[in-house]
């Protein structure tokens, strides 16, 4: 949204993605019968020995009066590039940069794009005639990393920028053009980017697979209560964060239960519940956090400061990924 990548560039599309053994269906999933492993979907029915669910989450837009009226939202791809057409045109005035409910995806996100704002609004010259305000749910900007918290709100001060914590923003008055937190606190704003509200996809909610709106797993082996099937990623209900890296760290779990149910062989590796959090803190630096969810009683976080080699590492990081899972 911040016009640094092409659309092109941030696409994965799923083309190229051609495994030895793995049928790729580009279809769309309707229903799912978990205690029969049955995987209906728009032109086929599919029975499994083995389901993993893995469909991520759907943006509730409508769980936020005002929200697609008279505000933007900058976690889908459309939002973000609404916004990009938005940005530049933007010089003088209110922004509030606001969460609508938590669980939500990468929590470090909403930090970044406040202190890129800043950035972008720095560089037009225009930062002096605007405000920036970032409203969530959360207590600090990265709880399991008190350090990481420390740093970012650090940044926020040195830039200006207004943090207010432990809030959600429950709807958006186009008309009176104001913010209404969930404490009824009202925020004036003439640009409003927000995190949409999250929740499991429709068709895991009917299909009897969730409670509460998600699915709850086993942190370690990501089955859920129905034999032979498994949830990973934002979907599942984990101790981890929904982040694309504890997909990652989900997956890697359920391949190697799945390997050693081929092999006949105890060789499981549980889920570490491990991941590393690259953090954009603007003037082309970036921060590190290596977060561990299962190693004690509480979550840890070893972090880096931020710096440009560490740039280099993200981008790796990401081409890696790309590389292998897209073939790209
Ligand atoms: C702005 C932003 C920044 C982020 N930054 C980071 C980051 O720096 N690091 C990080 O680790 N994570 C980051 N994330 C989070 C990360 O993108 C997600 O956590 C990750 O993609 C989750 O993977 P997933 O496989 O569970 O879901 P997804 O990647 O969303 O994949 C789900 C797939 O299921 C498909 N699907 C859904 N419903 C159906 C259906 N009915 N039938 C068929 N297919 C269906 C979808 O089309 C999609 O392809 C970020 C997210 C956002 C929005």
């Given at each position: 949204?911040?016009?640094?990548?092409t659309?092109?560039?941030?696409?994965?599309?799923?083309?190229?993605?051609?495994?030895?053994?793995?049928r790729?269906?580009?279809?769309?999933?309707?229903?799912?019968?978990?205690?029969?492993r049955?995987v209906?979907?728009?032109?086929?029915?599919?029975?499994?020995?083995?389901?993993?669910?893995?469909?991520?989450?759907?943006?509730?837009?409508?769980?936020?009066?005002?929200?697609r009226?008279?505000?933007?939202?900058?976690?889908?791809?459309?939002?973000?590039?609404?916004l990009?057409?938005?940005?530049?045109?933007?010089?003088?005035?209110?922004v509030v940069?606001?969460?609508a409910?938590?669980?939500f995806?990468?929590?470090?996100a909403?930090?970044e794009?406040?202190?890129?704002?800043?950035?972008?609004?720095?560089?037009?010259?225009?930062?002096?005639?605007?405000?920036i305000?970032?409203?969530?749910p959360?207590?600090s900007?990265?709880?399991?990393?008190?350090?990481?918290?420390?740093?970012?709100?650090?940044?926020?001060a040195?830039?200006?920028?207004?943090?207010?914590?432990?809030?959600?923003?429950?709807?958006?008055?186009g008309?009176?053009?104001?913010?209404?937190?969930?404490?009824?606190?009202?925020?004036?704003?003439?640009?409003?980017?927000?995190?949409?509200?999250?929740?499991?996809?429709?068709?895991?909610?009917?299909?009897?697979?969730?409670?509460?709106?998600?699915?709850?797993?086993?942190?370690?082996?990501?089955?859920?209560?129905?034999?032979?099937?498994?949830?990973?990623?934002?979907?599942?209900?984990?101790n981890?964060?929904?982040?694309g890296?504890f997909?990652?760290?989900?997956?890697?779990?359920?391949?190697?239960?799945?390997?050693?149910?081929?092999r006949?062989?105890?060789?499981t590796?549980?889920?570490t519940?491990?991941?590393?959090?690259y953090?954009?803190f603007?003037?082309?630096?970036?921060?590190?956090?290596?977060?561990?969810?299962?190693a004690?009683?509480k979550?840890?976080?070893?972090?880096?400061?931020?710096?440009?080699?560490?740039?280099?590492?993200?981008?790796?990081?990401?081409?890696?990924?790309?590389?292998?899972?897209?073939?790209?």
């Amino acid at each position: 949204m911040f016009g640094k990548e092409t659309p092109e560039a941030v696409r994965l599309p799923y083309r190229k993605f051609t495994k030895p053994g793995v049928r790729v269906l580009r279809q769309t999933v309707t229903k799912i019968d978990p205690a029969t492993r049955k995987v209906t979907t728009d032109t086929g029915v599919f029975e499994a020995d083995i389901l993993v669910v893995a469909l991520g989450v759907d943006y509730d837009l409508d769980a936020t009066p005002g929200l697609r009226e008279s505000g933007n939202e900058f976690y889908s791809f459309a939002g973000a590039e609404k916004l990009r057409g938005i940005l530049p045109t933007f010089s003088k005035g209110r922004v509030v940069i606001g969460v609508a409910g938590a669980p939500f995806k990468c929590p470090p996100a909403p930090s970044e794009a406040a202190l890129m704002l800043h950035d972008m609004l720095s560089t037009r010259g225009v930062r002096e005639n605007c405000e920036i305000t970032f409203v969530m749910p959360l207590p600090s900007p990265v709880p399991p990393s008190p350090e990481t918290s420390r740093a970012l709100l650090a940044a926020f001060a040195e830039r200006k920028i207004t943090f207010m914590p432990g809030h959600k923003v429950v709807s958006l008055d186009g008309k009176r053009k104001v913010v209404i937190l969930d404490d009824g606190q009202e925020l004036p704003y003439d640009l409003y980017m927000g995190v949409p509200k999250h929740r499991a996809a429709k068709v895991v909610e009917e299909c009897g697979l969730s409670e509460d709106g998600w699915i709850p797993v086993d942190d370690f082996t990501l089955a859920t209560r129905f034999p032979g099937v498994y949830a990973i990623g934002d979907c599942a209900d984990s101790n981890m964060p929904r982040a694309g890296v504890f997909a990652e760290a989900g997956a890697k779990a359920v391949a190697s239960a799945l390997i050693a149910q081929i092999r006949g062989t105890s060789d499981t590796k549980p889920c570490t519940g491990t991941g590393i959090c690259y953090i954009e803190f603007g003037k082309d630096q970036v921060g590190r956090v290596e977060v561990n969810f299962y190693a004690g009683p509480k979550p840890t976080g070893v972090y880096s400061a931020p710096s440009v080699e560490l740039r280099a590492e993200k981008k790796l990081f990401g081409s890696s990924r790309r590389k292998r899972w897209f073939g790209l």
